[in-house]
């Protein structure tokens, strides 16, 4: 059984280009979640989706960043115009989707963004 | 806003000693998980509290839920190389939707 895979591993971009980072949940699973990690510390919630909707797309820090998600499966993140303050680890979690009070998020080794 | 705040932030230790991490709030969660994270990897999680004064033991890790549910620890007994991490408390965002807030994170180093 295949976990939550992130690609690319590492990405180096130059300020100002788009950067499109994918996600592969584990088959399966409804619930869908992108977060930042800066600099090993806490994660920050982007946008979690539920089948192809995102009911909450609150974290998304400005109108640069997007996300989508196809047939209720594959996930993409995009940064448009990238900025330095954008390099981060960015972490996909997948789960069932089920109560979401116990909700145990499968987390995928997330993408490394630099930006120069 | 819903915030969790963990101390200490960083912990070195010798191999064999205890120690405790907390994760405080001031707002009250229904619940909480504590996720271990090692370098390069996702967080991983290790248990979710459900009821205030809940106690949960996995081997030598204990994990509390205060009794108002707005707080919790995390107690490792004879610490291990092996129990090196970032130890990361979450909650679910009382908003309704599935939003779950993350704690500050404690990094953790348990020297041979």
């Known amino acids: 059984g295949a976990g939550v895979s992130q690609s690319p591993s590492n990405k180096v971009t130059e300020k100002g280009k788009d950067v499109e980072l994918r996600c592969d949940p584990i088959s399966g699973h409804t619930a869908l979640y992108w977060y930042r990690q800066s600099l090993g510390q806490g994660l920050e919630f982007l946008i979690y989706f539920q089948g192809n909707s995102a009911p909450d797309k609150s974290g998304l820090p400005s109108d640069r960043f997007s996300a989508e998600r196809t047939g209720g499966s594959v996930s993409t993140l995009t940064i448009q115009r990238t900025q330095q303050e954008d390099s981060a680890v960015y972490l996909c979690?997948?789960?069932?989707?089920?109560?979401?009070?116990?909700?145990?998020?499968?987390f995928g080794p997330g993408t490394r963004l630099t930006v120069l | 806003t819903q915030l969790l705040e963990q101390s200490p932030q960083f912990l070195s230790i010798q191999e064999g000693e205890n120690l405790t991490v907390y994760c405080n709030s001031s707002s009250v969660f229904s619940s909480l998980q504590w996720y271990r994270q090692e370098p390069g990897e996702g967080p991983v999680l290790l248990v979710t509290v459900v009821t205030g004064g809940e106690v949960k033991k996995l081997k030598r890790l204990t994990f509390q839920f205060g009794d108002a549910r707005k707080d919790s620890s995390l107690h490792i007994t004879a610490a291990q190389p092996g129990d090196t991490g970032l130890y990361l408390c979450a909650g679910p965002s009382t908003s309704g939707t599935y939003k779950y807030i993350f704690g500050t994170g404690t990094r953790l180093k348990v020297l041979a």
């Open positions: 979690a997948s789960s069932l989707g089920g109560s979401y009070l116990y909700n145990e998020q499968f």
